[in-house]
């Protein structure tokens, strides 16, 4: 989809949230324009104003209007009602903290609750555009692509899902190397290219096959810059390297790395350390400032010793830091050693409530605002863990590249606790390096949110 009018979609998709935004907060306050006195009319505008900072923000987190979502009208009608649902939770929140009693509850329901039927039509108005476009857009590029193999067809899935004005030509292939039935007909060898892309009105050719494999493709690169073509080489790595990799640029040189990593961007870094702070902050202030002295004479009345337990974790990049919890366990030495298991003899009985709920990891966004954890993010596990999994699974450290967190992907999709076999653990493993390469801020208030319904739920690897 050529970029311009993705810009312009996008600019006029936002514009028209905002504008029906402000157009129905405008109805709901002519509905309850008799119960509303005049010289309230402040405190209202200054709720409109906040409910459009919230859109704004929230959708700006969650990307709402990014290319790859509003493509597609099933993902972008999803993604609109999960933004939903979170600015909800945030106009909420605003009317607690700052106590906006005078508002009207009536105006509050019509105005917050309302939108989500318009934003429901404003979907619909979208897909009749989006079917509109889809039948009379005249800017379709033509795609053709030398070589059938592996890569092709990745190819063929991802420009098939990248917009609605591609349309694929077919594939430049040797007969002799086609041995199967084609999803696009194969037009001729990889010498007819050039024909074929003048008889096709071409606009891309993607080639899976590189110049030192063909000489002929050299050809072809400059036909495709006197014809206006748009040229690009898809390299095959596997050979080399059977994993996805990430590609950047180290001045004129592109770089392939083993693994994508979005908190390595320093602008990704700052949100998530100010979250972290501003998250930690919050629990401090508002539940720690309590929680701590009940439970710290309840655990010191049942059993003697510290009401914090310190132990060494491992960290960012292998670095070994003291992690805080409540102390749920009679004093021991055999803590830096074993996991606590079910119906472990250890366990005190208040260790058990604390640990059944998670209230023993509390002290721990004091770890957090330290800079040793983050909210989100692997879990540190014991010295002694990592240094025997690391031998026994083979890409176990790559969880180190991030701060370990007080909660984590691996622990909201079931695997947390005591890991009773090394299948779990790599799976535990595999989820923490797939929340490193996907991290958006998004993801860690996802996280946060299932954390805090599995913990109100009831868990049973909570021991």
Known sequence: ?????????????????????????????????????????????????????????????????????????????????????????????????????????????????????VLFINRLAYLSLFRLLHNHIHSTRNVLILGYNKVSKKIVEYVENSGFDVRIIGFCEESKNVTELTTYPVISGVEGATKASVDFQVNEIYSTISPEQDPRIYQIMQHADQECIRFKIVPDLSVFINCPVSVSYLNDLPVLSLHKEPLDNLGNMVKKRLFDIVFSLFVIIFILSWLIPILSLLIFLESPGPVFFLQYRTGKDKKIFKCFKF???????????????????????????????????????????????????????????????????????VRQFLKPGITGWAQV???????????????????????????????????????????????????
């Open 413 to 463: 999709n079931g695997f947390r606790g005591e890991t009773k076999t090394l299948d779990q653990m790599q799976q535990r493993v595999e989820h923490d390096i797939w929340y490193m390469e996907n991290w958006s801020l998004w993801l860690d208030v996802r996280i946060i949110f299932l954390t805090v319904f599995n913990a109100v739920k009831g868990e049973k690897n909570a021991y």
């Open 1 to 117: 989809m050529k970029k311009h009018f993705i810009n312009f979609l996008q600019a006029g998709l936002v514009g028209f949230d905002i504008i029906t935004l402000n157009c129905w907060a405008f109805i709901a306050y002519w509905i309850c324009d008799s119960s509303i006195p005049d010289a309230f009319l402040a405190y209202y505008s200054r709720f409109v104003i906040v409910l459009n900072l919230l859109w704004i923000a929230v959708s700006w987190i969650g990307k709402l209007y990014r290319e790859d979502f509003i493509v597609t009208f099933e993902s972008f009608s999803r993604k609109t009602f999960r933004i939903y649902f979170t600015w909800i939770s945030a106009a909420i929140l605003y009317l607690f903290f700052f106590r906006q009693f005078d508002l009207s509850r009536s105006f509050i329901l019509i105005s917050v609750i309302g939108y989500g039927f």
């Open 327 to 397: 102390r749920s366990m009679k004093v021991n030495g055999d803590s830096n050693l074993r996991q606590a298991t079910k119906d472990d003899d250890r366990l005190t009985k208040i260790g058990k409530f604390i640990r059944r709920t998670s209230l023993d990891e509390y002290p721990q966004f004091f770890n957090v605002l330290l800079g040793n954890m983050s909210i989100v993010g692997p879990r540190p596990h014991m010295l002694k863990h990592t240094n025997d999994y690391s031998k026994l699974i083979s890409r176990y450290m």
